[in-house]
T-cell receptor, first 118, second 112 residues
Framework: GAVVSQHPSWVICKSGTSVKIECRSL??????MFWYRQFPKQSLMLMAT?????????EQGVEKDKFLINHASLTLSTLTVTSAHPEDSSFYIC??????????????FGAGTRLSVL | QKEVEQNSGPLSVPEGAIASLNCTYS??????FFWYRQYSGKSPELIMS????GDKEDGRFTAQLNKASQYVSLLIRDSQPSDSATYLC????????????FGPGTSLSVIP
């Protein structure tokens, strides 16, 4: 199998605080992980591509200083929402691609993190 | 023009019928195509991937790809109420490093 664990599943925080979301590939190594954001009844919007050992590639319009991504190992990527505000409230989902399967780019998704900023 | 388009639905079919979901894409050099199912409040799960023209069958699911028409579809045979979900079409460009673009999704409701 290909299991991706995402933690926490739900977080409520006060405006101005920072929140860290972890994405782990449990039974495979992932050279590439993706971070998505999804608003209600909308599709997934790619925020950034995270490659192990290098800087993340952010999509146009995504503030890299606000959404800090660290991919320190082949099994872990983290997304930190800094100085969160109510408009950052959303469903954040990570996905991971198995090393060696990049050509097929089959993404395995985490369960998602629902962030609510008060 | 949006890169990946789907009818938003909702698409309603009776239990046991065939559900047909359609997707068109704008990038002619796209090479990889995926169908994901997403239940409300959950993350997407991969149903099918298809890379070459024609049909690909897996159980009750059949993906059909026509690159000339830039069209990919998903057929669900013997639809069950548990198939009720949003189905996302996803397309990747020419290289393995191209990002995957998701369509807006089609909401399917299977009526018992």
């Amino acid at each position: 199998g290909a299991v991706v664990s995402q933690h926490p599943s739900w977080v409520i925080c006060k405006s101005g605080t920072s929140v860290k979301i972890e994405c782990r590939s449990l039974d495979f190594q992932a050279t590439t992980m993706f971070w998505y954001r999804q608003f209600p009844k909308q599709s997934l919007m790619l925020m950034a591509t995270s490659n192990e050992g290098s800087k993340a590639t952010y999509e146009q319009g995504v503030e890299k200083d606000k959404f800090l991504i660290n991919h320190a190992s082949l099994t872990l990527s983290t997304l930190t929402v800094t100085s969160a505000h109510p408009e950052d409230s959303s469903f954040y989902i990570c996905s991971a691609v198995k090393a060696g399967l990049v050509a097929k780019n089959i993404q395995y998704f985490g369960a998602g993190t629902r962030l609510s900023v008060l | 023009q949006k890169e990946v388009e789907q009818n938003s639905g909702p698409l309603s079919v009776p239990e046991g019928a065939i559900a047909s979901l359609n997707c068109t894409y704008s990038d002619r050099v796209s090479q990889s195509f995926f169908w994901y199912r997403q239940y409300s409040g959950k993350s997407p799960e991969l149903i099918m991937s298809i890379y070459s023209n024609g049909d690909k069958e897996d159980g009750r699911f059949t993906a059909q790809l026509n690159k000339a028409s830039q069209y990919v579809s998903l057929l669900i045979r013997d639809s069950q109420p548990s198939d009720s979900a949003t189905y996302l079409c996803a397309v990747r460009g020419k290289t393995s490093y191209d990002k995957v673009i998701f369509g807006p999704g089609t909401s399917l409701s299977v009526i018992p």
